[in-house]
């Protein structure tokens, strides 16, 4: 369990300690319309195609009682979310606009952000790494459905978000044939139309 934690976080670049909660099914309770971001590479052609995509594997954790993560991967990708977890009474904000990938602070507690791992077919070698970011404009919204749709012990949300490519850590070790990979990618990786259905959630103690 601690091994799977500290996996997690590292990828978020989090220092958090939390419960984890993980489901393994063909019928994942997030679904989203995406941009190809191989689009450009498979038929030469500008612009974005959007497809329906459902992650293989998807896992949810609420760390120190506040904070929401969850992770969704295919067999060559991982998306990743990160707000405040504000199902709870008193909390009247149920919606965080995403913005840079950063580490939360006293001053900044807020934090809410989303990224996408391009991962090699073979090695599982990061090939891409696309982030929410406050200069991109429109980067995306996280909204909790209202308490009468929330089912105890689950999360049902909608998401939006806009991410834009930065080469990931170790870029300068790839091959030539992976970076050549990574500049016809597309620059940006859209989710639209995101929900998350009654995904079943531990919170952290």
């Known amino acids: ?10 990828v978020l670049g ?28 498979k038929t030469n052609a500008s612009g974005m195609k959007f497809e329906t995509w459902r992650p293989n594997y998807n896992e949810l954790k609420v ?15 991982m998306f990743a979310l990160r707000v405040p977890y504000t199902l709870f009474e008193n909390q009247p904000v149920r919606s965080f606009e995403f913005g840079d ?3 939360a602070t006293e001053d900044n507690k807020n934090v809410a ?12 070698t990061q090939l891409a790494v696309y982030r929410t970011a406050a ?8 909204s909790y459905a209202d308490d009468k749709k929330q089912v105890p012990g689950t999360v049902t949300a909608e998401f939006f978000a806009n991410m834009q490519k930065e080469k990931p850590e170790g870029y300068d070790k790839l091959t ?19 929900v998350i259905y009654i995904m079943p959630v531990s919170a952290g103690k």
């Open 113 to 124: 952000f989303a990224q996408y791992i391009v991962y090699d077919k073979k090695s599982k």
């Open 14 to 41: 989090l220092g958090f300690v939390a419960c984890e909660n993980e489901t393994k099914n063909g019928d994942p309770s997030i679904i989203a319309m995406v941009n190809n971001e191989e689009y450009t590479i």
């Open 135 to 142: 200069s991109i404009s429109n980067s995306g919204i996280f």
């Open 101 to 103: 990938v950063v580490q």
């Open 176 to 194: 030539t044939k992976q970076k050549e990979y990574y500049e016809k990618l597309q620059p940006m990786k859209s989710f639209q139309d995101g």
């Open 1 to 10: 369990m601690k091994k799977l934690i500290g996996a997690f976080l590292l």
């Open 63 to 77: 760390a120190n009682e506040n904070v929401f993560f969850m992770k969704a991967e295919t067999d060559t990708t």
